[in-house]
């Protein structure tokens, strides 16, 4: 199996097609469904269209550019990251990242957006990254700010808010 990143206790890799159960597994997680609940796939079909889909992506270096996350020790599926293009600015993206909630405590979210951050600079050469997070979500705001992310603003009636609490846009610069 071919890894792209590894880290302390994380490997990061393609998604491949035994991923799907997991990931729908993963996402059913009330977690998931609370603070990201488009990411939520209706049924294990789902799910493996959006392996098949994020591969796609990886392979050709095309944006989305989402990752399967998985624990070193017991090579378990444990989570997901990802980047996708800020709309109208192709130098910027947003990235994104979970860690489900068995594993959930362990700094693993802030060794995998760190490792994530400098492979997507590197990788495609982009210089400013934003994290949106649904207000309330301070696990997720302690791990931006661990990494650097510096916090911008808030946006009220973002079309993946759906209780109307408002997101909370970081950024990260390396220009």
Request: aromatic share 10%.
């Amino acid at each position: 199996m071919e890894y792209l990143l590894e880290t302390e206790h994380l490997r990061i890799r393609k998604f491949e097609p035994r991923d799907a159960d997991d990931l729908y597994q993963n996402h059913l997680e009330e977690e998931v469904k609370k603070w990201i609940p488009n990411e939520s796939y209706t049924n294990l079909k789902e799910a493996q269209g959006a392996v098949k889909f994020y591969t796609d992506c990886v392979n050709s270096k095309h944006l989305p550019y989402v990752l399967a996350v998985e624990n070193k020790e017991t090579g378990e599926l444990i989570g997901d990251t990802g980047v996708n293009e800020v709309d109208g600015h192709p130098d910027q993206v947003e990235i994104g990242y979970g860690i489900c909630k068995k594993h959930s405590g362990k700094g693993y979210a802030t060794e995998l957006l760190r490792a994530m951050t400098d492979y997507i600079i590197e990788t495609f050469g982009i210089k400013t990254l934003y994290g949106r997070v649904m207000k309330g979500n301070d696990a997720s705001v302690r791990v931006l700010k661990k990494n650097g992310y510096q916090f911008v603003r808030e946006e009220l009636g973002a079309e993946d808010d759906p209780y109307g609490n408002g997101m909370l846009i970081f950024i990260l610069s390396r220009v």
